[in-house]
């Protein structure tokens, strides 16, 4: 006997023939029924399907590069799906997040100890995904996808460190993001590439498109919680300023800061999450005075900037960046 699920398309965006082959493909995954603890919180993580970002990017990294088998893509996909997954399970138990996409996160359903063995369990299987591409390349799928996770768990652990410290640089903050969320997009590609048979010179290129493109989505997202519309943004507008997240705004803000805002600052920081709505407007009231907003879109407008030039530089057919080019653009000019 096996475990099934249902997975929908509605969320996803970018190529609908990929997603429609990573909707398929996790629509029939089979996990034995028994531990039912260990594989049903599997199935459930999976069944909050979101955009399906990175799966996509792997059959995008291959086809960059000419190579259309993408049944052979196809489990390293998976495989960076179920990472992805895995990642988000263990993240939501060190933040205590009580909500994933909308619903009760795993660990709130369940309880930590099963989130954390369940991840364990998936991440396993992601393995088991990357072991079906053809042999000649499993070695450095491997080596790749190694590299890859340990740089997430790095970023994450950054993270972490960041919410006791009070002195967090913009270097540090794009360095965390560039690690936690940033590298997964490039490695996704890579792997692609990989697959491909892409030159070392040109698998560079393609992480290095995917990584960049990573930080500006970040930023970008930083950007959208305090400045997004609430009738679009689909969370609360304002929720990093009412929790005190050393977002990029936030540390963009405290370098600027002069003398006399100082006390102003702190003393915002020191409201309680209950005065949310005037913790938000007067923190946007500093962001607006020292133009924030307008320093982080020039940040974001860098690194995309960066990922544009480094695809740029592939010597392929310009219709072969269509997909690519379309994501970027989905990507950075969303409003949720």
């Known amino acids: 006997m096996y475990l099934r699920m249902t997975i929908h398309l509605k ?29 049903e ?9 979101g955009k399906r970002v990175r799966p996509q990017l792997v059959f995008m990294g291959a086809q960059l590069f000419g190579y259309d088998d993408v049944d052979t893509v196809l489990p390293a996909s998976v495989a960076i799906e179920y990472f992805h997954n895995f990642s988000l399970m263990h993240d939501d138990i060190m933040d205590k997040a009580p909500l994933r996409r909308g619903k009760q996160t795993v660990h709130q359903r369940w309880n930590d100890n099963v989130a954390i063995l369940s991840g364990d369990a998936l991440l396993v299987k992601s393995y088991d995904e990357l072991a079906k591409c053809p042999i000649t390349v499993v070695p450095e ?19 972490m460190d960041f919410e006791q410290r009070n002195d967090v640089s913009e270097e540090e903050y794009i360095n965390m993001i560039r690690l936690k969320t ?39 997202d930083d950007i959208l919680d305090t400045f997004g519309d609430p009738e679009t943004f ?30 102003e600052f702190n003393a ?14 007067r923190m946007i009231e500093l962001y607006n005075k020292y133009k924030i907003l307008e320093q982080a879109n020039t940040l974001k407008v ?10 740029q530089d592939i010597n392929v057919n310009d219709t072969q960046k269509e997909d690519l080019l379309l994501l970027s653009n989905s990507l950075l000019n969303r409003n949720k």
């Open 11 to 39: 969320n996803m965006f970018g190529n609908p023939y990929y997603a429609e082959k990573i909707s398929n493909a996790l629509e029939n995954i089979e996990l034995p029924t028994t531990p039912k603890n260990l594989y």
């Open 41 to 49: 919180p599997i199935l459930y993580i999976l069944s909050l399907s």
């Open 141 to 159: 799928l491997i080596k790749t996808f190694n590299r890859v996770a340990l740089e997430v768990c790095e970023g994450q652990q950054h993270d």
């Open 182 to 220: 940033s590298v997964l997009l490039g490695g996704a590609l890579e792997l692609g590439a990989i697959i491909a048979g892409a030159n070392a010179a040109d698998r560079l290129k393609i992480y290095d498109f995917g990584v960049n493109l990573g930080v500006a989505f970040q930023l970008q």
């Open 234 to 263: 689909g969370k609360q507008v304002g929720g990093d300023i009412i929790v005190n997240k050393k977002t990029i705004l936030h540390i963009l803000l405290k370098r600027a800061l002069l003398s006399e805002d100082e006390a």
């Open 268 to 281: 915002i920081l020191e409201l309680e999450e209950s005065a949310g709505e005037e913790k938000v407007r």
């Open 302 to 311: 860098k690194y995309s900037t960066k990922s544009l030039t480094s695809l």
